[in-house]
């Protein structure tokens, strides 16, 4: 069954440095989002991306936040300049709106320590 | 506008018993409802989904939810608890299409022996 990846699956960083959290949607979907979850918390929306643009984006997601597919099947978040409080688990999702499922599969998770 | 609301952070049966999530949910057009387990450091599960048609859901693992949309609830159950089902839940909510998902803080489930 394909399946959502990404890469690395945790990533230790020091405070103000670039981070790039990779992702490898299913390749014949359209939408591709990224989500985060502070630990112990609910996951959050960050930033969902169709077409080769944002279509939505949260609060969360300023300026320090950016998306790129850098080619036809890589999806990545990067944080320019990493704060502890950007310490989290972030999930990639990808979603295929034609058809009937509406689900958005979920890749394992980058485990993003900021220290 | 999506929220999602679960009743309860923690929620603790014994072995056997039945276990009961509960979620609320408001939506202002037709929802797209999910149930996802997370096991400790790992990523995220769907247990079942409901999309259209038929309002009891079933999913994997024994569980199942039903869509209530006079109630807008989404509750999730399993007849009889079983110790690898400890774990957290999260109900989930998405007009569908390529719009985001909106999760509710979770119910960890614990079960005793």
């Known amino acids: 069954e394909p399946e959502v990846t990404q890469t690395p699956s945790h990533q230790v960083t020091q405070m103000g440095q670039e981070v790039i959290l990779r992702c490898v949607p299913i390749?014949?979907?359209?939408?591709f989002y990224w989500y985060r979850q502070i630990l112990g918390q609910k996951v959050e929306f960050l930033v969902s991306?169709?077409?080769?643009?944002?279509?939505?984006k949260s609060e969360i997601f300023d300026d320090q936040f950016s998306v790129e597919r850098p080619d036809g099947s890589n999806f990545t978040l990067k944080i320019r300049s990493t704060k502890l409080e950007d310490s989290a688990m972030y999930f990639c999702?990808?979603?295929?709106?034609?058809?009937?499922?509406?689900?958005?599969?979920f890749g394992p998770g980058t485990r993003l320590t900021v220290t | 506008a999506q929220s999602v609301t679960q009743l309860g952070s923690h929620v603790s049966v014994s072995e056997g018993a039945l276990v009961l999530l509960r979620c609320n949910y408001s939506s202002s057009v037709p929802p797209y409802l999910f149930w996802y387990v997370q096991y400790p450091n790992q990523g995220l599960q769907l247990l079942l989904k409901y999309t259209t048609g038929a309002t009891l859901v079933k999913g994997i693992n024994g569980f199942e939810a039903e869509f209530k949309k006079s109630e807008t609830s989404f509750h999730l159950t399993k007849p009889s608890a079983h110790m690898s089902d400890a774990a957290e839940y999260f109900c989930?909510?998405?007009?569908?299409?390529?719009?985001?998902?909106?999760f509710g803080a979770g119910t960890r489930l614990f079960v005793k022996a």
């Open positions: 989930a909510v998405s007009p569908g299409g390529g719009f985001k998902t909106i």
């Open positions: 991306f169709y077409n080769n643009e944002i279509s939505e």
């Open positions: 390749s014949n979907h359209l939408y």
């Open positions: 999702a990808s979603s295929d709106p034609r058809g009937n499922s509406y689900e958005q599969y």
